[in-house]
C-alpha cells in the first residue's frame, strides 16, 4: 500500500473521473459510495458510481457502470481501471466485478485508491486478481464438440 500522494502521474486523469464520479453514488442502504474509470485502449475515459436500490440484489456496482459507459461509446476494451472508496484501506473490486472487468480488459491494471485521510492505493493487475478467468473461448470449446452434452 503506497500514498496517494505517489500515484502515477499516466493514470491521474483516471483517478479525477472516479473521483468525480463518485459523491454521484446512490447508496442509502449501504452508504458506501463507490467510483470507478476506466481508460479505453485509445485512451477514453469512462467513469461510473455505483447505484443501489431497496432490493439489495439488484444494484449496479461502479466499475459496472463504467464498463457500461464504455460500450455504449462503441468500445470493448480498456487497460486500466480505478476504484475510489473511503475506507479503512483500498478496496479491489468484489469478485463478481472481476469476472465483469475480465471480459473486456483482462490483462488491466486494476488501481484501488482510499480518499480518507491523506489517501492511499495499491494496484495489481486483473489477471493476478481473478487468475483463472472464465472467458469466451471456454464455452466456444464446449460448443464446438457438437452433441458430447
Ligand atoms: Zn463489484
Not at 499516466?10 to 467510483?35: I, Q
Not at 481508460?39 to 443501489?52: I, K, M, P, S, W
Not at 468500445?75 to 472481476?98: I, K, Y
Request: net charge negative; aromatic share 10%.
Amino acid at each position: 500500500m503506497k500514498p496517494l500522494s505517489e500515484f502515477p502521474q499516466d493514470v491521474e486523469p483516471l483517478l479525477a473521473a472516479a473521483r468525480a464520479a463518485r459523491p454521484h453514488s446512490y447508496s442509502p442502504y449501504s452508504g458506501f459510495a463507490v467510483g470507478a474509470a476506466i481508460r479505453t485502449l485509445d485512451g477514453r475515459l469512462h467513469a461510473g458510481c455505483n447505484v443501489e436500490t431497496v432490493a439489495y440484489n439488484n444494484s449496479l456496482h461502479a466499475e459496472m457502470g463504467a464498463v457500461s459507459k464504455m460500450i455504449a461509446s462503441g468500445a470493448r476494451h480498456f487497460d486500466a481501471v480505478v476504484v475510489v472508496t473511503d475506507s479503512d484501506e483500498p478496496v479491489f473490486p468484489c469478485g463478481f466485478c472481476l469476472q465483469y472487468l475480465s471480459e473486456f480488459g483482462g490483462d488491466a491494471t486494476v488501481y484501488a485508491v482510499n480518499v480518507r485521510g491523506s489517501g492511499s492505493f495499491r494496484h495489481a493487475k486483473l489477471s493476478e486478481l481473478l487468475p483463472f478467468q472464465f472467458q469466451g473461448h471456454h464455452i466456444r470449446s464446449q460448443a464446438s464438440k457438437g452433441d458430447s452434452l
